[in-house]
């Protein structure tokens, strides 16, 4: 693709920088299809193991939606939403957390490299540190919470009596990839994090799984305080609430505008380049053990 | 004598190695706060749609929620236990210096077990209890008696607690990697001790059949007696016998794997 602006000066400059962020994006991705599909041929070595771990993935994953099932065993809505809404919610939430925990979810091992002074080997080698943190240990058994996710989807589908349009249908999949985005740059911000608080690593499950069990809940039955942190602070709310509120037709939480259910893509790109801000500083503070 | 000084020397050595790491007990501890902040307002949307549910009125459903936070690492609900290390000693074969020590192996882990339970109690369960019972509205017993009585049910969860633990690590011996089982254990425990939802909640014979098991006297046991919806005796005598079957099957099973043991040299 040839690039428009051929002039002199300050856009060559910014021409030049950006052809080669373009080139250090795609041996950044070529880096990480490399190692994790290291990681596949590895995992398929054993393959009754991945069989197993995969289910295992499902069922622990399935969990919480059990949890959902037993109390509408008792009673018929929860904060004013019925079960298929709330299995709507429950199944995008899931599948966006599901596919960023398959991208990129051994991230929180970055403590531990940080602690035993492995990280270091990554450093030395010719290829984007990120890209070989988010690949490390790439684990395809996490499909079994992806593939939760999908199937409650489904069964939240075939429940709802909803007037479809192509927009509600093709902003499905438009919320399970800016959705994904936006933990992922969660899981990023967090890996960030433990450059300084390297033991702590904990706290970043409280964002990334605390949020997507928060998410698998509708917002009416969470106080407003908590609904505007997710929303304004950290916007968790456009991984599935406000999209949701529109192909169901249901209020919009805080009273934002109608926009703000389209606006997910635009949201996780900005979490996106924070995430990769927090990631360089990070990785600039990094002083290894030594040892 | 001289062997009850080893075993409590053991469990403070748990203890302290448990409180060596303060800022994962930090993390902890917010962690277990942000959950129990998303539950409980989840469980409050269920019994406001439905008072009452279970016997529970909305502030004892709030305890609930709280008392499983502070339990969560105590009893190793989510895993985290000693039974990982156990597992790797075995895997690895550094079991077979266990064996050698002039001690017993169950008692051995167990102490350590316990000092870490303790800890975990102490560092991590008490804060997120403390923030949740003053920031909802929670019932808590007036009477010292309740208070003590519950108390009285935190040492025998302890002990079922570590006796599930001790089985599923002694499985090690037979399937060298324990993964499965370990990630099975906890999906039981997590599903039958009351942390997904008050087993008093659960339906019909599916509820009575939970409330029977092992698993109940980790969480919902403590909960009723605290909540004063159980009589303290029976639940002691309750938790007791499961502590008392799971601690003996975990010796035989030990028997019977370490006449297996076999020490490679080279």
């Known amino acids: 693709m040839a690039d428009p602006v051929d002039a002199t000066g300050p856009a060559v400059r910014a021409g030049l920088t950006r052809t080669e962020q373009r080139g250090r994006l795609r041996e950044g991705l070529r880096a990480y299809r490399l190692i994790a599909g290291m990681w596949i041929r590895s995992t398929m ?7 197993l771990t995969t289910l295992g993935n499902f069922v622990a994953s399935a969990l919480d939606f059990v949890a959902i099932l037993l109390m509408f065993s008792r009673v018929d809505a929860l904060g004013g939403y019925r079960l298929p809404e709330v299995a709507f919610l429950y199944g995008l939430s899931t599948l966006s957390f599901g596919l960023a925990d398959l991208a990129i979810g051994s991230m929180d091992r970055l403590g531990r490299r940080v602690r035993d002074g ?11 540190v990120l890209a070989q943190v988010a690949a490390d240990r790439f684990a395809l058994r996490r499909l079994g919470r992806v593939t939760q996710g999908l199937l409650v989807t489904g ?60 998410l698998q809940y509708p917002p009416t039955v969470f106080a407003t305080e908590l609904v505007r942190g997710v929303t304004y602070v950290l916007p968790l709310a456009f991984v599935n609430w406000l999209p949701a509120a529109y192909v169901l037709g249901r209020p919009y939480p805080l009273g934002l505008p109608g926009w703000t259910a389209f606006a997910s ?23 290894s053990t030594g040892s | 004598m001289g062997a009850g000084r080893l075993y409590a020397a053991v469990a403070a050595g748990g203890f302290r190695r448990y409180a060596t790491y303060r800022a994962a007990t930090l993390a902890g501890v917010f962690t277990n706060t942000v959950f129990g902040l998303i539950l409980v307002y989840t469980y409050l949307a269920l019994w406001d749609e439905r008072p009452h549910l279970g016997g529970y009125d909305s ?35 550094d079991i077979a210096v266990d064996l050698y020590r002039p001690a017993d192996l169950q008692l051995w882990w167990l102490s350590a077990d316990l000092g870490r ?24 017993p007036a009477d010292p008696a309740t208070w003590l009585a519950f108390a009285g049910t935190l040492p025998p969860a302890m002990l079922v607690s570590f006796g599930i633990r001790y089985l599923v690590a002694l499985s090690a011996f037979w399937l060298l990697d324990g993964a499965g089982v370990v990630q099975m254990a906890w999906l039981a425990g997590f599903f039958c001790s009351g942390m997904l939802l008050p087993l008093n909640v659960f339906p019909g014979v599916l509820g009575e059949t939970v409330r029977a098991l092992p698993w109940s006297s980790l969480l919902q046991a403590p909960a009723d007696v605290l ?31 370490t006449r297996r043991v076999v020490v490679q040299g080279g």
């Open chain 2, 59 to 93: 502030a004892q459903a709030v305890t609930f929620v709280w008392l499983g936070q502070a339990f969560l690492s105590t009893l190793a609900l989510g895993g985290g236990g000693v039974e990982d290390e156990l597992m790797e000693r075995i895997r690895t074969g």
């Open chain 1, 265 to 287: 893509p635009l949201v996780a790109m900005v979490c996106c380049a924070l995430a990769g801000v927090a990631w360089r500083a990070g990785l600039r503070s990094y002083r």
């Open chain 1, 45 to 51: 070595a054993y393959r009754t193991s991945f069989a």
């Open chain 1, 155 to 214: 069964y939240a589908l075939a429940g709802l009596d909803l007037h479809w349009t192509p927009l509600k249908l093709l902003l499905m999949p438009v919320m399970a990839l800016s959705g994904g985005g936006i933990f992922c740059a969660v899981f990023v911000a967090g890996a960030a994090f433990q450059f300084a608080a390297q033991d702590a690593s904990e706290v970043q499950n409280a964002f990334t799984y605390g949020g997507t069990t928060l």
């Open chain 2, 117 to 140: 339970a303790v800890f975990q109690l102490v560092g991590r369960g008490v804060v997120p209890f403390l923030f949740g019972v003053l920031c909802f509205p929670a019932a808590l």
């Open chain 2, 227 to 257: 909540l004063g919806h159980a009589d303290p005796l029976g639940t002691y005598a309750f938790q007791g016998a499961w502590a008392a079957a799971l601690l003996a099957a975990g010796r035989l099973v030990q028997s019977l794997a």
């Open chain 1, 118 to 128: 492995t990280l270091d080997t990554l450093l030395v080698r010719p290829a984007p």
